[in-house]
Every structure is written in structure tokens, then in C-alpha cells.
């Protein structure tokens, strides 16, 4: 089973946009009834709007005829979902289920790569990099602090944690065969050394990670690193599913972060003098 299932299930609608039934996705989840995945299907809109989004925008209620053999027909309630309906029902589905967790990965992934696209369509690479690098910080921490909670203790361990998220992600490769392939000194950081499009697939590796940790209440250094590990693998294969390049295939940048933030900063102090 992988997360490919729900790329086939994607339908296009007159206006181009994408959607998803909802019978088609309760199959898919394994709800074997209507009316238990309705439960979950409020869930998602509860959720939907906690954040202030429109539910009209995302859950389109409708009738639709389907075959029932013999050339019969019948007309069925259904619900066209958005690509973030889809997101808010697996996030609100059991986890302990191998396909909510496939389709966690790949809605998680969808919807990111939507709002990377929208805000940063006018943004040019350099500015692009910085952002993603600055919520990359921020959620490192984040991942730190859910590691610990889950008994991720002491320097070299959370060093062994961190490097079973790259090799996850990276094919097997560690933090220092990443290192020794974009050909780095040891003192420069390879997340610094990365385009926009390898950061976004660390970004989704490392929020993925921390909702895994906190959600499942994940416990031991040892199954904490087995989860980084997994939710990297995971976000690799969906990669390739979706036809996209490795992380480890992706060029380096000529420019570090740090270059480029030197020459904003010098950017702004020479206009202030202006």
C-alpha cells in the first residue's frame, strides 16, 4: 500500500480544481460505515472552522447517482472535499491505521506544497530559502522539545535522533554523508546549504515528526528515532510518487543563508543612508 492511492482518487471538476469524494475516501480509510466516517467528517469541520476557514469552501454536500449492477442506478449522499478536508479527516482519523497514516503524509505534503506555492509565488529563490530556513529553525525546536518529552535526553542522542530523520529522508544517508556530498567544511550547516525545495522536504519531515511524537505519545529514544526515521521514509516515497526529485539529487546553492542574509542586511543599511 502506498500514499498513490489518493493521487488516483483526486477528481477535476469543470472549473480545474481538484477534489475528492467522500465515499470514495471512507473506502479508502477503511470505514466500513456511512455513518461512522460522517463522525470523523465533523471532526474535520470543527477543526475547519477552529481556523477560521470557510467549511462551505471545503465540504460540499451532494447528491450523485452511482451503478449498483445490472446497468441500476441509485442516487447517494456524498460530500466533495477540498484537499484540506482531506488533510482535516485523516488528521482526526486512528492513527493506528496503516492507510490514515499514508494518507496523513500525503495530504500533509499536498497541502504544504499548496501553501508554500501561494505564499511564495512572488518570492524570488534567495527570499524563498530565507523563510523556509527561519520555519525550519523554529520547528527544530519544536522537534527538540517533542524528542524530549518523549525521553530523547542527552546531547548524543538527540545528535542520533536528528540523523535518523536525514537517513529516513535521504536514502539511508546521514547527516555526514550529506554533509561530505555538497562538499561542506565542518563547520558550515547543511540545512544553510539547501535550495527551497530540499528545505520544504526537511520542513515536512520535521512537522510531521513532532505531531507523530505529541499525538501518539511516543515514548524511548530508541521508538522516538524509529519515528523519525519512518515519517522521513515516508515523506521521501511520497516524493517520488509525485515525480519529484530526491533531496540528495537536488543541486546546492552557489549561496549560503548567511550570504544571502548579509547582503539584505547591506541591502537595508545602504537605503537607510540613502
Known amino acids: 500500500m ?14 480545474n480544481s481538484e477534489f475528492w469524494y467522500a465515499r470514495d475516501i471512507q473506502k479508502t480509510l477503511e470505514y466500513t460505515k456511512w455513518s ?43 460530500i466533495m472535499l477540498s484537499r484540506y478536508a482531506c488533510y482535516l479527516i485523516v488528521m482526526n482519523g486512528d492513527p493506528r491505521k496503516e492507510v490514515i497514516a499514508l494518507g496523513q503524509t500525503y495530504f500533509a505534503i499536498q ?22 530556513r527561519n520555519e525550519m529553525k523554529e520547528h527544530n ?9 518523549a525521553g530523547v535526553k542527552e ?20 547527516r555526514k554523508e550529506i554533509h561530505e556530498r555538497k562538499g561542506l567544511k565542518k563547520s558550515q550547516d547543511i540545512l544553510d546549504h539547501m535550495g527551497s525545495t530540499e528545505l520544504a522536504a526537511n520542513l515536512f519531515r ?6 507523530k511524537l505529541r499525538r501518539e505519545n511516543i515514548n524511548g529514544l530508541k521508538e522516538a528515532s524509529e519515528t523519525h526515521y519512518k515519517v522521513g521514509k515516508k ?22 543563508i548567511s550570504q544571502i542574509e548579509r547582503e539584505q542586511r547591506k541591502k537595508i543599511e545602504n537605503k537607510d543612508k540613502k
Open 141 to 149: 525546536k519544536s522537534l527538540s522539545e517533542a524528542a524530549q518529552l
Open 36 to 78: 461512522n466516517f460522517l463522525k470523523v467528517i465533523e471532526k474535520a469541520k470543527e477543526s475547519c472552522q477552529n481556523s477560521n476557514i470557510g467549511i462551505d469552501d471545503n465540504f460540499c454536500e451532494i447528491a450523485r447517482t452511482i451503478e449498483i449492477g445490472n446497468n441500476a442506478i441509485r442516487e447517494i449522499d456524498d
Open 235 to 256: 515523506v521521501r516515497k511520497t516524493i517520488e510518487e509525485l515525480g519529484g526529485t530526491m533531496p540528495e539529487d537536488l543541486p546546492t546553492p552557489e549561496k549560503s
Open 2 to 15: 502506498d500514499s498513490k492511492i489518493f493521487e488516483e482518487l483526486k477528481r477535476i471538476n469543470e472549473y
Open 206 to 211: 520535521a512537522t510531521q515528526t513532532e505531531e
Open 111 to 132: 497541502t504544504r506544497q499548496q501553501e508554500i506555492m501561494e505564499q511564495f509565488d512572488q518570492l524570488s529563490e534567495d527570499n524563498k530559502r530565507l523563510k523556509i
Open 155 to 174: 546531547p548524543k542522542d538527540f545528535a542520533y535522533f536528528h540523523n535518523r530523520g536525514y537517513q529516513g529522508l535521504y536514502g539511508g544517508l546521514g
